[in-house]
């Protein structure tokens, strides 16, 4: 097996380029589900590398649970430096383990203060609060359960004429329909689970706003107002209380202003190879294919080596 | 990170274990119906199912600490009046969330992100085409 064993740790380094190329050029919606896709697979193949080579790191251990049988030199031989590879992945899966528990932990905490927060009013779709302070959310409901609701604060409505309200609300519904909250969980624990895996995150967010934002034009019929909305609504949301993400070049809302007074994106879902959108496809495919395969190859290899090892 | 909203939930008496949030809305609306600043105990008669008086006290000070109630001292005691409607403790609720939760970006999907200041003008560059634009 040699060095290739550690192939699903570092595939995920073509995160970067892949989540450029995809934001760029697909439409919004491949470009989603492509990323949250590719980014949920290569981190469970980095993960379950990591399990792997932690097995064989653990079993040479004095006092482990494993049997002694598989830190036989046979074993170890299929790990390259397995000696200070073993010990390095334990405190890594752990730290895997722990930053996904914490990432779920977090987001179920959000969203039952969210929840508990609407307590007492009527379960409408939409839920108008009265505060001067400008937002908007998309709070997704219970899987199975009713479809989420929108959040939105007078303040919010105050400063939206009527055809940009109904392009805000097609916009959250977008999200709520194709449940986005999913994507950008997948997103961020893959990001959890290999930081290389992190412009994924970043790029998912984008691609997740830019599919409401095409959608909800779409339904709304107007692509000027949808930018319109989105342009005003960030302009009254500065120096609203909320933190501001340090932003370098330019911002997301920007860019979203500017591809919707673009043409619409065309809907193909595989572009021709030998386009940047398709190499970003190709690349990405590949990519994650050499990922899988190898780490499947590293599962079965460790596996008969270990079931060899192990007397019956 | 303590979360103070799930900490110590209240016992509530009367089948049903009510959420905390209801329980605040429930009291809210009490105090919403009565003539002018009550009791907590005038407010205790008066919510469905048995619950506790330092329940209810306990409830009270949240909503105050929530500005969805206001107090005064009557005599030995506290007279209590609603400040804010169901809606307005919503709201007053929520801006608790998002002021507090920096990690909610992946649960409450924004409308939109905050801009920097180079965003913002060329924000008002890509828009000033449009605002112009004498549509429908």
Same mark, same amino acid.
């Given at each position: 097996? $040699?060095?290739?064993v550690?192939?699903?740790?570092?595939?995920?380094?073509?995160a970067?380029?892949?989540?450029?190329?995809?934001?760029?050029?697909?439409?919004p919606?491949?470009?989603?589900r /492509?990323l #949250?896709?590719?980014?949920?697979?290569? #981190?469970?193949?980095?993960?379950l590398?990591?399990a792997?080579?932690m097995v064989?790191g653990?079993?040479?251990?004095p $006092?482990?649970?494993?049997?002694?049988?598989?830190?036989?030199?046979?074993?170890?031989?299929?790990?390259?430096?397995d000696e200070?590879?073993?010990?390095?992945?334990?405190?890594a899966?752990?730290?895997v383990?722990?930053?996904?528990?914490?990432?779920?932990w977090?987001?179920?905490?959000?969203r039952?203060?969210?929840?508990? #927060?609407l307590?007492?009013?009527?379960p409408?779709?939409?839920?108008?609060?009265?505060?001067d302070?400008?937002?908007a959310?998309?709070l997704?409901?219970?899987?199975?359960?009713a479809?989420g609701?929108?959040?939105?604060?007078?303040?919010?409505?105050?400063?939206?004429?009527?055809?940009?309200?109904?392009?805000?609300?097609?916009?959250?519904r977008?999200?709520?329909?194709?449940?986005?909250h999913?994507?950008?969980?997948?997103?961020?624990?893959?990001?959890?689970?290999n930081?290389f895996?992190?412009?994924?995150?970043?790029?998912?967010?984008?691609?997740?706003e830019r599919?409401a934002?095409?959608e909800?034009? $779409?339904?709304?019929?107007?692509?000027?107002?949808?930018?319109?909305?989105?342009g005003?609504?960030a302009?009254?949301?500065?120096?609203?209380?909320?933190?501001?993400?340090?932003?370098?070049?330019?911002g997301?809302?920007?860019?979203?202003?500017?591809a919707?007074l673009?043409?619409?994106p065309p809907?193909?879902?595989?572009?021709?190879?030998?386009?940047?959108?398709?190499?970003?496809?190709?690349?990405?495919?590949? $990519?994650?294919?050499?990922?899988?395969?190898?780490?499947?190859?590293?599962?079965?290899? /460790?596996?008969?080596?270990?079931?060899? #090892?192990?007397?019956l | 990170?303590?979360?103070?909203?799930t900490?110590?939930?209240?016992?509530?008496?009367g089948?049903?274990?009510?959420?905390q949030?209801? =329980?605040?809305?429930q009291v809210?609306?009490?105090?919403?119906t009565a003539?002018g600043p009550?009791?907590?105990?005038?407010?205790?008669e008066r919510?469905p199912?048995?619950?506790?008086?330092?329940t209810v006290?306990t409830?009270?000070?949240?909503l105050?600490?929530?500005?969805?109630?206001?107090?005064?001292?009557?005599?030995?005691?506290?007279a209590w009046?609603?400040?804010?409607?169901?809606?307005?403790?919503?709201?007053?609720?929520?801006?608790?969330?998002l002021?507090?939760?920096?990690?909610?970006?992946?649960? =409450?999907?924004s409308?939109?992100?905050? =801009?920097?200041?180079?965003d913002?003008q060329? =924000?008002?560059d890509?828009?000033?085409?449009t605002?112009?634009?004498p549509?429908?």
């Amino acid at each position: 097996m $040699g060095v290739f064993v550690f192939l699903p740790l570092v595939l995920p380094l073509t995160a970067w380029p892949i989540a450029r190329l995809a934001e760029q050029h697909l439409h919004p919606r491949t470009a989603t589900r /492509l990323l #949250a896709g590719v980014g949920a697979l290569m #981190a469970l193949c980095s993960t379950l590398c990591l399990a792997l080579i932690m097995v064989v790191g653990t079993a040479q251990l004095p $006092g482990n649970p494993l049997p002694d049988t598989w830190s036989d030199p046979e074993v170890r031989e299929a790990v390259p430096y397995d000696e200070v590879v073993g010990k390095a992945a334990i405190p890594a899966l752990v730290a895997v383990a722990v930053a996904a528990v914490h990432t779920a932990w977090r987001q179920r905490r959000v969203r039952r203060r969210a929840e508990r #927060a609407l307590e007492g009013l009527p379960p409408s779709p939409v839920a108008v609060l009265p505060d001067d302070a400008p937002y908007a959310y998309a709070l997704p409901g219970r899987s199975g359960a009713a479809r989420g609701r929108i959040v939105v604060s007078t303040g919010m409505l105050a400063r939206l004429d009527s055809r940009e309200r109904r392009a805000l609300f097609a916009h959250e519904r977008a999200h709520l329909t194709a449940r986005h909250h999913r994507h950008l969980l997948a997103a961020r624990l893959a990001a959890r689970a290999n930081p290389f895996l992190r412009p994924l995150q970043t790029a998912v967010a984008y691609c997740a706003e830019r599919w409401a934002d095409e959608e909800a034009a $779409g339904e709304i019929g107007n692509r000027r107002v949808m930018a319109r909305a989105v342009g005003k609504a960030a302009m009254v949301s500065r120096g609203a209380p909320f933190p501001v993400q340090a932003g370098f070049a330019t911002g997301p809302v920007p860019r979203r202003v500017a591809a919707l007074l673009g043409p619409v994106p065309p809907a193909r879902t595989w572009p021709p190879a030998f386009t940047a959108a398709g190499v970003a496809l190709w690349t990405a495919a590949a $990519g994650t294919a050499v990922s899988a395969l190898s780490s499947a190859n590293s599962a079965v290899a /460790l596996f008969l080596v270990l079931r060899a #090892a192990t007397p019956l | 990170m303590g979360n103070r909203e799930t900490a110590g939930s209240l016992p509530a008496g009367g089948g049903r274990r009510r959420g905390q949030g209801e =329980l605040e809305a429930q009291v809210l609306a009490v105090l919403r119906t009565a003539p002018g600043p009550v009791t907590a105990a005038w407010v205790q008669e008066r919510l469905p199912g048995e619950l506790a008086y330092t329940t209810v006290m306990t409830i009270l000070s949240r909503l105050q600490a929530k500005n969805a109630v206001a107090r005064q001292r009557e005599g030995r005691s506290f007279a209590w009046e609603a400040t804010a409607d169901q809606a307005g403790l919503a709201a007053l609720r929520m801006r608790r969330v998002l002021d507090g939760e920096r990690d909610r970006e992946a649960v =409450l999907t924004s409308f939109v992100t905050s =801009l920097s200041p180079e965003d913002e003008q060329v =924000l008002r560059d890509l828009l000033g085409h449009t605002d112009d634009d004498p549509e429908e």
